[in-house]
């Protein structure tokens, strides 16, 4: 395979970055409002947070992006296909990442949080100083983890014609009737994306757990 | 916006066929998955350092690349190197090697999790090896995998829809199809959803179930 296909596989993976990128910073964002339902103690709002997790867990990616995809226009609200992606990406990513982040907030110790109020801190005090960070460190795996799937997961959007990293691979595949060095690279070249998120998430643990002796 | 759902009834013998498809597809490659990744797990735990590192390289591959990228290699590379199936078994095998290498992590895992100290308590009882294996080691880590392996076996129905794409005549295909005959896209959509919503919810209830049943089981750490 020549330098140059190999070139414009990578330029698409720009893509992939970017669509990923902004999905898992809106997923991250919504994942904690959803949390926040999850955790509330109102009943409807509890409800409606459940439902929404079991729901974005329970269907297929590639049917809610279908879905999605379709649902927008006919509802009359007219985006991009780009846009849709991300909006797909976005909202299945925060199922994961609200019940990431309920399994952080319920491991942090009870005692830390007797003892905040003990030293008489307000509530949101404990929560800004106490509950949220620690909920947070415990959680970063979990959240990277989902950050490496969702950059794998991203590559169903080429289903709705975006030309992204597997889209730019199967477009080059028929055109050059190459599919095995094509494919493979497409691969590769997620391999070392998910590798280097991973990385870096790896590397900031250990910083934090340096930072803590 | 309409919603029409009289294509859906006029649809319904093609839908429940492709619901069978999807159903068959899942149950055979999460059987097929946990046997595969079961020994792959122990050729790993006992195959010697070459074995251990090829099939650490492919668990490694598997987990770090999109599905949908490892079934175009499959589907669409196959005939290069002499293999050609296909639409539905090449999606089968992919299913099955693909979920191998998540059930293998989660064998790896629950070897590693059994104490020392039962096999070795086993030992001073007299018990054999065969019966170590069998009344000690499998019972404790049947328990310690089974909640991974519903995940696992979600994930699986969830990827099943992927294979649509290379027009595998599941569900998600099926559906498709009829979505776009008759213009009728957020009809055959939203029902699509709600069949898989449906079929995940029942996995993780029995899951829990069995996990609840199975607790009996449990050891203290």
């Not at chain 1, 801190?121 to 959240?143: C, D, G, K, M, N």
């Not at chain 2, 099943?160 to 957020?186: D, N």
Request: with cysteine; net charge positive; aromatic share 12%.
């Amino acid at each position: 395979m020549s330098w140059k296909l190999f070139m414009l596989l990578v330029k698409a993976s720009g893509l992939t970055l970017v669509i990923s990128g902004v999905s898992i910073l809106i997923g991250l964002a919504l994942g904690f409002v959803i949390c926040a339902g999850l955790l509330s103690g109102t009943r409807g709002l509890n409800r409606a947070a459940e439902l929404f997790v079991s729901f974005f867990r329970g269907v297929p990616l590639l049917v809610q992006l279908l879905l999605i995809y379709h649902l927008m226009p006919a509802l009359g609200i007219n985006v991009s296909s780009t846009t849709a992606a991300i909006v797909g990406l976005s909202l299945c990513t925060a199922a994961y990442q609200a019940e990431n982040l309920r399994a952080g907030f319920g491991a942090v110790p009870r005692g830390l949080l007797e003892a905040a109020d003990m030293c008489g801190f307000s509530h949101f005090q404990t929560f800004r100083r106490i509950r949220a960070p620690i909920a947070l460190r415990l959680t970063l795996p979990a959240i990277i983890n989902e950050a490496v799937l969702l950059l794998k997961a991203s590559s169903l959007v080429s289903v709705v014609g975006i030309v992204e990293l597997t889209r730019m691979a199967q477009d080059l595949a028929s055109s050059t009737y190459r599919p095995i060095p094509i494919f493979a690279s497409a691969g590769l070249l997620y391999f070392i994306i998910c590798a280097i998120v991973a990385g870096i998430g790896a590397l900031y643990e250990r910083r934090q757990k340096w930072a803590r002796r | 916006m309409s919603f029409d759902l009289s294509i859906i009834w006029q649809n319904l013998p093609d839908i429940l066929a492709g619901f069978w498809t999807t159903c068959w597809l899942w149950a055979v490659s999460t059987a097929g998955g946990i046997v595969l990744g079961f020994l792959v797990a122990v050729a790993r735990r006992y195959g010697g350092r070459l074995i251990a590192s090829v099939l650490g390289v492919y668990v490694a591959i598997m987990r770090g690349t999109p599905f949908l990228v490892q079934i175009f290699l499959l589907y669409y590379g196959g005939p290069f190197i002499g293999i050609s199936l296909t639409e539905t078994p090449t999606g089968l095998i992919g299913l099955v090697i693909y979920g191998a290498a998540y059930f293998s992590e989660v064998f790896r895992a629950g070897f590693e999790a059994v104490p020392v100290g039962h096999i070795e308590a086993a030992e001073c009882v007299g018990l054999t090896r065969w019966q170590t294996v069998r009344r000690i080691l499998l019972p404790e880590m049947a328990l310690l995998v089974l909640p991974p392996s519903v995940n696992i076996a979600v994930i699986l129905i969830k990827e099943t829809a992927v294979l649509s794409t290379i027009t595998v005549p599941e569900l998600t295909m099926v559906t498709s199809v009829i979505g776009s005959q008759y213009y009728a896209f957020v009809e055959a959509l939203t029902l699509l959803a709600l069949f898989y919503w449906f079929l995940v919810e029942v996995t993780g209830r029995a899951g829990r179930w069995a996990e609840a049943k199975l607790s009996r089981y449990r050891f203290a750490n």
